[in-house]
């Protein structure tokens, strides 16, 4: 995903190493090469002019221009910044202490929403744990067909979610209480209503879901092919409904990388896995050092 990205600063890193010496002069050049591939590579742009702003004054130090190796060091700052844009430390899944832990997923209709509640309960299987996928679309009981089928086809139990219960959210939540009581799941995965816009209606209808649930986990679920558009509704989900963490979907594609080097600044919240495949495997818990080190 980051290819062109990953290309364009070693460009920049070369014409730094070709320099006899960093100066004042050639590190504006070279942070002016960044910015235009950071913001080719689609970043938002608040996000690429603080970032400059830290490279800049850390590379402003004494022991940098005058160090042995600047450009090296030079290097090290970007990697490093790179990383902290990312997310820094890797973030794990949060689960309750007083089971069944509700992961609650929200996203756009189409973000790859409803394939990664099959992969993250998966992936939570894979560490010993009992999965229970569930569908809370308010107004579609029957948008659950998908997650029944992702359900079966990984021999996970889907809690059926009928018109009835959803006419009563409160009801269908004391059900799914009654129903989980001493099963020993944990955790829930919740799949939620999309749509193709972020529109009031479904904001309305996903606070009310997740003040019924109280889910440990608001996972925002974003198409990285979207690029900023995922952005944009990360924050509209934030600020109307709240959340706790994101995962970014379709990394396989050719994606520029921006939404990834956006949405933790943008959001405040960390990505804590990657779909990088159509394939129930195809998660990967997210390592803002390593990605750094993809692109640098
Ligand atoms: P939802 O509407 O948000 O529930 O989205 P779906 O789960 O139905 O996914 C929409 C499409 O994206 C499907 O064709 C998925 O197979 C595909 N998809 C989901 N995650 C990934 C991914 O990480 N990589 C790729 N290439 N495709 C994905």
């Given at each position: 995903m980051f290819e062109q990205l990953s290309g364009r600063l070693e460009k920049m890193m070369k014409f730094l190493r070709g320099e006899v010496a960093v100066t004042e002069k050639?590190?504006?050049?070279?942070?002016?090469?960044?910015?235009?591939?950071?913001?080719?590579?689609?970043?938002?742009?608040?996000?690429v002019k603080?970032?400059?702003?830290?490279?800049?004054?850390?590379?402003?130090?004494?022991?940098?221009?005058?160090?042995?190796?600047?450009?090296?060091?030079?290097?090290?700052?970007?990697?490093?910044?790179?990383?902290?844009?990312?997310?820094?430390?890797?973030?794990?899944?949060?689960?309750?202490?007083?089971?069944?832990?509700?992961?609650?997923?929200?996203?756009?209709?189409?973000?790859?929403?409803?394939?990664?509640?099959?992969?993250?309960?998966?992936?939570?299987?894979?560490?010993?744990?009992?999965?229970?996928?569930?569908?809370?679309?308010?107004?579609?009981?029957?948008?659950?067909?998908?997650?029944?089928?992702?359900?079966?086809?990984?021999?996970?139990?889907?809690?059926?979610?009928?018109?009835a219960r959803m006419a009563s959210p409160e009801k269908a939540l004391k059900e799914?209480?009654?129903?989980?009581?001493?099963?020993?799941?944990?955790?829930?995965?919740?799949?939620?209503?999309?749509?193709?816009?972020?529109?009031?209606?479904?904001m309305d209808e996903l606070r009310l879901v997740r003040t019924i649930l109280e889910p440990v986990e608001v996972i925002y679920v974003g198409d990285a092919m979207t690029g900023q558009d995922a952005v944009r509704s990360a924050q509209a989900f934030e600020a109307k409904i709240g959340l706790t963490a994101v995962i970014l979907t379709k990394l396989d594609g050719d994606a520029r990388g921006g939404a990834a080097l956006s949405i933790v600044s943008v959001t405040g919240r960390p990505i804590k896995f990657v779909g990088v495949g159509e394939k129930p495997d195809k998660l990967e818990v997210f390592h803002p050092e390593r990605m750094a080190s993809r692109i640098l």
């Open positions: 050639n590190m504006a050049e070279a942070l002016k090469m960044m910015r235009l591939a950071l913001l080719e590579a689609d970043v938002n742009y608040k996000v603080d970032f400059e702003a830290r490279i800049r004054e850390k590379a402003r130090g004494e022991e940098v221009l005058r160090g042995l190796n600047p450009a090296q060091q030079v290097i090290k700052i970007v990697h490093d910044e790179l990383a902290a844009i990312l997310g820094g430390a890797q973030k794990p899944l949060q689960f309750s202490s007083r089971p069944p832990s509700i992961f609650m997923l929200v996203g756009l209709q189409g973000s790859g929403k409803t394939t990664t509640c099959g992969k993250l309960a998966r992936w939570v299987a894979g560490i010993g744990k009992n999965p229970l996928l569930v569908s809370f679309d308010l107004k579609r009981p029957a948008a659950q067909e998908q997650l029944k089928t992702i359900a079966s086809s990984l021999g996970f139990p889907c809690y059926e979610m009928t018109s799914l209480q009654a129903h989980t009581a001493n099963r020993g799941f944990d955790p829930l995965i919740v799949d939620t209503a999309g749509r193709l816009h972020v529109d009031d209606e479904l």
